[in-house]
C-alpha cells in the first residue's frame, strides 16, 4: 500500500511556470506507476502524465512539451514541472499510484487528496 501527499499548487498567471511535488510512503515505491490527474469543476477527472519506475513517461497531448514528470525513487518523490501554463490548466491536480500503465484512473487504487492550480488570464 501506498500513501500520497500532493503539494506545490497555487495561483499563478498565464505563462508562468509551477512544480508540483507528490510525496509518497511505502518501500516498494519504485515499483509502483505514479499518474498525474487534474479535474476542473464541472469536468471529468482527466490524464495528464503517468511515469514507470524505470523513467517512461507518457503525457496527455494537452500537457506535451509544456509539462514534464520526474521522479526520485531514493526520496520516494515524484514531481510535474508546469511550464507555460494557462488557463485551461486550471484544476485541482491528483498524483495516483497503481501497478500498470494505464490513463484510465479507474486503474490507480490509491490518490493523494490534490492540490489546487489556477491559472488568472
Known amino acids: 500500500q501506498v500513501q500520497l501527499v500532493e503539494s506545490g499548487g497555487g495561483l499563478v498567471q498565464t505563462g508562468d511556470s509551477l512544480r508540483l511535488s507528490c510525496a509518497a510512503s511505502g518501500r516498494t515505491f519504485s515499483t509502483y506507476i505514479i499518474a498525474w490527474f487534474r479535474q476542473a469543476p464541472g469536468t471529468e477527472r482527466e490524464f495528464v502524465a503517468q511515469i514507470s519506475g524505470s523513467d517512461s513517461t507518457v503525457y496527455a497531448d494537452s500537457v506535451n512539451g509544456r509539462f514534464t514528470i520526474s521522479r526520485d525513487n531514493a526520496k520516494n518523490m515524484v514531481y510535474l514541472q508546469m511550464r507555460g501554463l494557462k488557463p485551461d490548466d486550471t484544476a485541482v491536480y491528483y498524483c495516483?499510484?497503481?501497478?500498470?500503465?494505464?490513463?484510465?484512473?479507474?486503474?490507480?487504487?490509491?490518490w493523494g487528496q490534490g492540490t489546487q492550480v489556477t491559472v488568472s488570464s
Open positions: 495516483a499510484a497503481g501497478l500498470g500503465m494505464s490513463l484510465l484512473r479507474e486503474r490507480y487504487p490509491y
